[in-house]
């Protein structure tokens, strides 16, 4: 495994798996597999609702709580609820997390993002993050933050390399983690002739040419599967470099092309939802 450095000094694994649409049966035994075969990365969220269950993979993975890179989102209805860190806490049961992210630039956000920086200085969050804050959102928390934060969260892969978003993320050295970092399993990116060629020079497969890529960049990569088997395949990609050259040949690739483009209808939406957690 590789770290990426945080800009408070906390170290980061650079590869995890994720929970994102995984039910909570599946995540428990994703999360739990995942540990027992080397992954110290979690990430979940509220808006998921799997956070028990995230919470019980890590306790029957046997991995000691400490050693976990534990990462949760508050979802925008949470936002202005007070007790919602404690609530988080409570569903995952652990007395921190390790990363702690607003979910969404929607409703009181910066109401949010206080209670971020709150639970920040109370130890309940180790480090904390945005998800999907772009353009004019995070230029507007860039002028209302306390504390910078250490990750962002959106959507990134070799046909949206997030360019004009790192220029901020680098002066501050927030650290970017993808989502749909294989293009939301779009074939045509995945059957890059670009990555075919790698894949059989490296003796690897296209989607793991391309988290190596994620890996290389700089950026946290959290691929979510059910399939052990491709779960223990996404972290098997240490023993590879892409040279300066491969990478190049990548990054022509660059299309600025999203799979998902929410605007503020969306935000107003997720505003106005409230998740159902599982019942304890």
Not at 251 to 275: F, M, T
Request: with cysteine; hydrophobic share 35%; proline share 4%.
């Amino acid at each position: 495994m590789e770290y990426a450095e945080l800009n408070n000094g906390l170290k980061c694994p650079v590869v995890g798996i994720g929970t994102f649409m995984l039910s909570p049966a599946e995540a428990e035994n994703s999360v739990r597999e995942a540990l027992k075969m080397g992954y110290r990365l979690v990430d979940t969220a509220a808006a998921y609702v799997n956070e028990r269950a995230v919470g019980r993979g890590i306790k029957e993975s046997g991995v000691a709580r400490e050693e976990v890179f534990l990462s949760t989102k508050l979802w925008p209805s949470e936002y202005e609820n007070e007790k919602a860190v404690d609530e988080t806490l409570e569903r995952l049961g652990v007395s921190y997390v390790d990363l702690l992210y607003i979910h969404q630039p929607a409703g009181n956000w910066l109401a949010g993002y206080r209670q971020l920086e709150k639970a920040y200085r109370e130890g309940k969050a180790k480090s904390i993050g945005i998800s999907n804050f772009e353009g004019k959102y995070i230029a507007e928390l860039e002028t209302k933050w306390e504390t910078a934060p250490q990750f962002i969260q959106v959507e990134a892969h070799p046909y949206f390399t997030q360019e004009e978003l790192r220029r901020t993320l680098d002066k501050y050295g927030i650290k970017l983690m993808s989502w749909y970092p294989l293009g939301h399993g779009d074939k045509s990116l995945i059957n890059e002739p670009v990555f075919k060629t790698l894949s059989d020079k490296y003796g690897k497969s296209p989607a793991q040419v391309i988290l190596r890529w994620h890996t290389q960049m700089g950026f946290t990569v959290i691929p979510g599967s059910k399939n052990v088997a491709h779960i223990k395949d996404n972290a098997d990609i240490f023993d590879f470099v892409l040279t300066d050259e491969e990478m190049a040949k990548i990054a022509k690739l660059d299309k600025g092309v999203r799979y998902y483009n929410g605007g503020e209808k969306e935000l107003a939406s997720y505003a106005a939802w409230q998740p159902t957690y599982e019942v304890k």
